[in-house]
Structure formats: C-alpha cells, structure tokens
C-alpha cells in the first residue's frame, strides 16, 4: 500500500525558487569565484593601514574617488577583508557572491508579493543573472557596490509592504552608505504604493525627506566634478544616454559586441524585436509590468545625466525591472509570458557568458602577470625589476594601479623603450619607466608570454 505524498513544507515553497536561482548562479558564473584582481581592484586595496580609531572612521567614511561616499561597499569592504585576508581574492569573491544570493531571495519574494506567483518569483531572479549587464557585477571585484545597494533596496521595500516602517528606514538610511543610487528608494515604494496599495501613499513622505538631506549632504561634502566623465551634464544628451542603455539592458547590443563580424543590422533589428517583446510583457504584465518598467527608469535617473561615463554594470540594479516585469507577463499570461522569456534567455545567457569570459580572461592577465613578478622578487630580493614585452591588456589589467606595492615592493619598472608597445587612452606609460640612475644592476624581466621570466 503506497503511503501518502507528503505535501511540500512552507519553506521549500517560499524559498525553492530562489534556490534554484543561487544554483544557477554558482553553475552559471563559476569563473567568477576564480577572478583574481585586476584594474580599480588595486587602488581600493590600497587603503590604510589604519593608525588609529579617528584614522579608520576618516577610511571609512570620508570621500574617495571621483567624490564617492561609500563606506560599506567600498571602504570597508576593501579594507576589512584585505587587513583579514591579505592580496587572495577568494574571500573577496565569496563575499560578492553571498550577496547577490541574497539578492536573489530579496527578488523572489518580492517577485511572489508582487505578482501572487510561485513561478515567476523562480523566474525573476533567473532572468535578472542572465542579463549580460549582470555580468560584470559578478566578476569585477570593484563594483562589489552593484550587487550590495540592491540587498538594502530590496530589503527595505519588503520591510515597506509589511508595514514595518521603521525598520525600513533604518535599511534605507544604511543603504545609502553603499551606493548612491539608493537614493531613488523613495519613489520605488511611492510606486509601489501607488500601484499596489494607496493607503501607504502618506508613509513615503519621510523617504523623501530622508533622500533630500542625503543628496544636500552628499554635494557640501563631496562636491561634484566640473569636467571628466564624473561630471554631471543635464542636457539633451539625457535622452540618447537613456537609450544606450536600454540598447544594452535588452540584450543584442552585448551579444553583437563580442560578435563584430556579424552583419550590422543584427543589432538594431535585434533590440527592436527585444523592445517590442518587453512592451508586450508590461502591457501583459499588468501592475507588474508597470511598476518593473519604473524601477528599471527610476535606478537610471542618476546615472543618465553622465553620458560621458555610460557603463554595462551600471544596469546591475535596473535590470531588476526588466526581469520583474518580464516574470509579471509569466504570472498574469503564462503562455505569452513564457515565449518572451525564452527570447530573452537566448540571447541574453549567450551575451552574459561572452561579457563573464572576457572579464575572467581579464584577472586572470593580471593575476599571471602579478604573481609571477612577485615570486621571482621573493626569490631574488634586492633586485631592481625591468619588465619588458608588456602589451596594453597587461599594462591596464594588472600593472597601471601600481599592485606591487601591496607586497611591499617599490622596485618594479618598465625597461626602456617597453613603453612602446602599450597603447593606453590615458597616455601614463612612459611615466613608469625606470629612472636613469635606478637602471644599474637591474634585472630584466620579459612577460610576452603571459608570465615573468
């Protein structure tokens, strides 16, 4: 006599779907465990030591680059784990990696408040790690603050419908210390508000207090930049950045960059079937629909006033919106919904798995060529190091941001005349060359293949 089926337990049913995200995160983006440092990574590594309690609170909360105030995501990310764990990445990744787990539980059940819906609170965080703009959050250990913003937005938002207000904004107001985007929280939970449940509507207000003084706070303190791409330009060039990214949000344009042999029009009629697709998805979508599309445009709003600064990861928190509304179409019209998704997956997991290669290829330069000169310094102290057959990849991954002296190493030099083989936009090269009167004795190390030797 067979027994009776034992009917899934609560919890498998609250958190199954994003157990199957976390695992498709691990599987999907294992390279990104194995990436080793490269690029901004070491200018963060290079904060303290601290001397003093007064010195740490001035690492951590005092502006750094281009006017940053970051002190969870940036300061004391970087500086915690390096004081604990030394120049190994690992402990870095694993961090990274922790967190955007739990941004996909966050999404899955807001996902399930939003739409009532098992299957698309599974497919929401799905469909957010396949976006190829997702991509370099989970593999660049520098913008560690993509992934970290959104636990706090997300976190308070669910706080928010619980009527936990209080708590909601004590995550809000931590939240802002990670990244400044955060600042649009506000009118996420007034969108929500709006759409979902008006009695709340009054309950927003202190939100927006909150992010008005954050924001004043924020330029008296770390004043903004008057030209570089940091600068803040609000002109008509607002509208063609906004498009750019929902050019790259949607998928072809990330897929077609790593393809530049396929034919040109691949691309815009590409995006155009992808924006068509999406339309369908809001307007099937209903209230999901619309409020994904918000968040999508409102997590842009500070962004798209820089068009001289318009990055792929940026999209890291608005690609959110795209999944949400794309699991709101799955919720309201299974069918429909399902067809729109799986055109996004096919293009989306393949543009996704050619932007995680390349920044894996990336760390890996630096890591090789890093590594390498360290040990033969190890081996051979007290040597004067000239490096000689270094190509721009090596130079900008792994040499520019000085990563020598986190091994207490100051000897490290391009050879005369190596200079001439990288091609950096920033033209810096020639300024690490050895000194004349530091070239006698030295040892020259050639790292054309790749390592030192």
Partial sequence: MALPATAPSGWVKKCGPALIASVFLLIFYWRGLNTWFYQDDFGWL????????????????????????????????????HSLFGVNPLPFRIVVFATAIADTFLLAALTRRLTGSGLASGA????????????????????????????????????????RYGWQIVVFALGLGSLETAVMYPAIALLYAWLYDRAKLRRTVPLFAISAAYTLLHFLVAPTAKAGPYAIQIDSRIVHTLGTYVQMVLGPERLTHFHWLWPAWV???????????????IIAGGRAGIFGLGWFVLLLVPVIALPEHIEDYVLTGPAMGLAILLA???????????VIAALYLAVSL??????????????????????????????????TLLITGMNTDQFDAGFADVPFELYGMHNVYLAPGAERNIHDGRGIANLYVVPAGKAAGAVVLDVSSGRAR
């Avoid at 993509?146 to 308070?156: D, G, I």
């Avoid at 709101?328 to 399902?338: E, H, L, S, V």
């Avoid at 290669?357 to 007290?382: C, F, K, M, Q």
């Fill in 46 to 81: 290079h904060l303290g030591p601290a001397k003093g309690f007064v010195d740490f609170l001035a690492i951590l909360f005092a502006p750094k680059a281009h006017g940053n105030i970051r002190p969870w995501s940036e300061n004391l990310f970087f500086y915690g784990l």
């Fill in 328 to 338: 709101g179409a799955i919720a309201a019209r299974p069918r429909i919904g399902a």
């Fill in 124 to 163: 929401a965080p799905i469909l957010w790690l396949a976006n190829a703009c997702v991509a370099p959050a989970l593999c660049w250990t520098s913008i560690y603050n993509e992934t970290q913003y959104l636990v706090f937005v997300l976190l308070a938002l669910l706080l928010f419908l619980e009527g």
């Fill in 350 to 383: 393949p543009a996704a798995w050619d932007v995680e290669a390349w920044h894996y290829t990336r760390s890996r330069t630096s890591g090789d060529l890093v590594t390498s000169i360290v040990a033969y310094n190890r081996e051979h102290p007290g040597k």
């Fill in 267 to 281: 691309t815009p009629a590409g995006t155009l079937l992808m924006a068509a697709a999406a339309t369908v998805a």
